[in-house]
Nanobody, 118 residues
């Protein structure tokens, strides 16, 4: 089945933009079977849904993040990406990408740790 691998910087300075990429293998980013989501988990806290790009092209963002968040697909690279601007230490978390949140979460990968610190 589809596999996803998150990549990006492990350390980001406050006020900068965090850019993460989810590389898809075993399937196409354009597949009509999938919606694509980013979630995160701050240390000691639960999973937080960030946003979803639906298979029809529409995008939904968490109200608490929408002013800073951009998600996109790159069909030529078979990648799904996230940009989170103006980061603060409160954005320190493990970030995950995957299909059809929450139903497919059990098939998601291990995520990538991001620390916001100067």
């Amino acid at each position: 089945q589809v596999q996803l691998q998150e990549s990006g910087p492990g350390l980001v300075k406050p006020s900068q933009t965090l850019s993460l990429t989810c590389t898809v293998s075993g399937g196409s980013i354009t597949s009509s079977n999938y919606d694509w989501s980013w979630i995160r988990q701050p240390p000691g806290k639960g999973l937080e849904w960030m946003g979803t790009k639906k298979r029809d092209g529409t995008t939904y963002y968490s109200p608490s993040l929408k002013s800073r968040l951009t998600m996109s697909k790159d069909t030529s690279k078979n990648q799904f990406s996230l940009q989170l601007s103006s980061v603060t230490p409160e954005d320190t978390a493990k970030y995950y990408c995957g299909t059809n949140w929450p139903s497919d979460f059990g098939s998601w990968g291990q995520g990538t740790q991001v620390t916001v610190s100067s």
